[in-house]
């Protein structure tokens, strides 16, 4: 039996999750993504103390590696490489959007679309079969009424996630369906214990968060 600790701070409700195995123990989640440098550390703190275990116990960490909020990215990976180094304990990244997609697998429909809004028109997407597999690798596209028509015209796409009222107010196609589907911690279980079992480890040094894009400072004049 192996105990992984699963953080997700990159959606707007901040999780973590105790996990036996593949199995979802104990799960802590703030609605607020404004606190949740404060709130993390001590989330952690109550879950460990909840399941009855000390924190070297832990066999590995896991962490919601992106896209998604810069700050939430940037506090999560930081409190997941602390531990890691700390405990000395290996680190797992799982993208964001096939986290988002496990918690749809039970949707009737072929394929599985997350989106996380990017701000204006834009979204962070990517689509999964129901085995998680990726049809449409993660990417960050300007929605059009065109947008997946390939895919559309031939199968039923569930969209889900923040970003997806964008289009479900200019899409047209009838195999276009839309849910609102809470993704949280416990749905990285089975890809963060199926990444553990087969020694898929990140660089605990070199990790950094997957933005989807680039961030750019704005251009700031010498005075």
Request: glycine share 4%; proline share 4%.
């Amino acid at each position: 039996m192996s105990y992984i600790l699963n953080i997700d701070t990159a959606v707007t409700t901040a999780s973590v999750c105790l996990a036996e195995d593949s199995k979802s123990v104990v799960l802590q989640t703030n609605p607020s993504q404004k606190d949740g440098a404060s709130w993390l550390h001590t989330a952690i703190k109550e879950l460990i103390e909840k399941a009855g275990i000390f924190l070297h116990q832990l066999d590995a960490i896991a962490i919601s590696a992106g896209p998604g909020s810069y700050t939430g990215l940037r506090v999560g990976m930081s409190a997941a490489k602390g531990l890691c180094f700390a405990l000395q304990k290996p680190l797992i990244t799982v993208n964001t959007l096939q986290m988002m997609a496990a918690a749809a697998q039970d949707e009737i429909t072929t394929l599985l679309c997350p989106m996380i809004d990017a701000r204006r028109m834009e979204v962070f997407t990517a689509i999964y079969n129901q085995n998680l597999e990726e049809i449409l690798p993660p990417v960050n596209i300007i929605l059009t009424e065109e947008s997946f028509s390939d895919v559309l015209n031939h199968q039923k796409v569930c969209f889900f996630g923040n970003g997806s009222a964008k289009f479900k107010n200019i899409s047209q196609s009838v195999n276009a369906h839309f849910k609102t589907i809470e993704a949280s911690a416990k749905h990285m279980t089975v890809l963060s214990f199926s990444a553990f079992q087969q020694n898929i480890f990140a660089d605990i040094a070199y990790t950094e968060p997957f933005y989807g894009k680039s961030f750019h400072l704005p251009n700031v004049k010498a005075s």
